[in-house]
DNA sequence: ATATTTGCAAAGCCTTTGCAGGGGA
DNA sequence: TCCCCTGCAAAGGCTTTGCAAATAT
């Protein structure tokens, strides 16, 4: 895992959720509850196998219509990496950098810190936005 | 586009994939001919529309065998990128990182050199490669 | 009441696979 | 001959969409 989370109270989310203005559904307040507070870089499948265990019933396309809410809302990020079809979702919405461990196929966070980059084109490149994938092993 | 290529002869293209011990059949000389002297970057579906085009008759399945069979070969190099779902196949097979320009989707080599990165990460992490997009605009 | 959200089913995009037929070494 | 290659059609993984029913403000 990547970092430890603390587990969020509904009431925590809600004031989340409604900061940000998204309505305070109960499928919002579950799923935004267990990526903010569970969850690490999760896929839309692996929300929808949490929401089936924890959640009376939701639809997969409830699980994708929320998880596009937050990140709209800017609540979470959404990351799509060349190992995977599936798009994860991270609770980290600050600029940062991931590392794929090619054995267990766990993604980490990376502060920008922990990488010092330049970058200098030719002309007329103007560049506005960086992602970088670090694959490796993590032992 | 991205650098200016030059037209392969087909036994040129015929010779480039005998050395990698591929068999040199017409729609492998014709794909890879196309690849490597003429587009840039190209998907599956663009080279199957060249293929349309360009060669009496050929199917989408063997347009996906011959790029996976030229990857493999090492003639060319497959990139994902988070900006769409298609894949890229690209005839630089060294390290290299790619620009996306925003405004026109196209990509842009960037070689290593242009790229000055160090990471430094926590015990344990052994990083054995990177991959780097950036986005940004080109007038 | 009015706008928003949910959820089912169907479709869409990209890619892979199974298998029969065909062609090259 | 024998193996590899081609190509059709079907399926598979992930995501989006259309639309009706349910819910919130």
């Not at 959640?55 to 937050?70: D, E, G, H, I, W």
Request: proline share 5%.
């Amino acid at each position: 895992m990547n970092r430890k989370k603390k587990p969020l109270s509904h009431p925590d989310v809600e004031k989340r959720l409604v900061d940000a203005g998204v309505q305070p559904t109960a499928q919002r307040i579950a799923i935004c509850g267990y990526i903010l507070g569970e969850a690490d870089h999760p896929t839309a499948e692996e929300i929808k196998k949490w929401a089936d265990r924890h959640f009376p019933k939701m639809s997969r396309a409830t699980v994708y219509n929320t998880v596009k809410t937050l990140v709209d809302a800017g609540i979470l990020q959404e990351f799509k990496f060349p190992h995977s079809d599936a798009a994860v979702y991270d609770s980290n919405t600050d600029i940062h950098y991931h590392f794929l461990d090619e054995k267990t196929g766990e993604l980490h966070d990376v502060q920008p810190e922990s990488v010092d980059l330049s970058v200098k084109l030719k002309e007329g490149f103007k560049v506005k936005g960086i992602q970088i994938l670090l694959r490796g092993t993590k032992k």
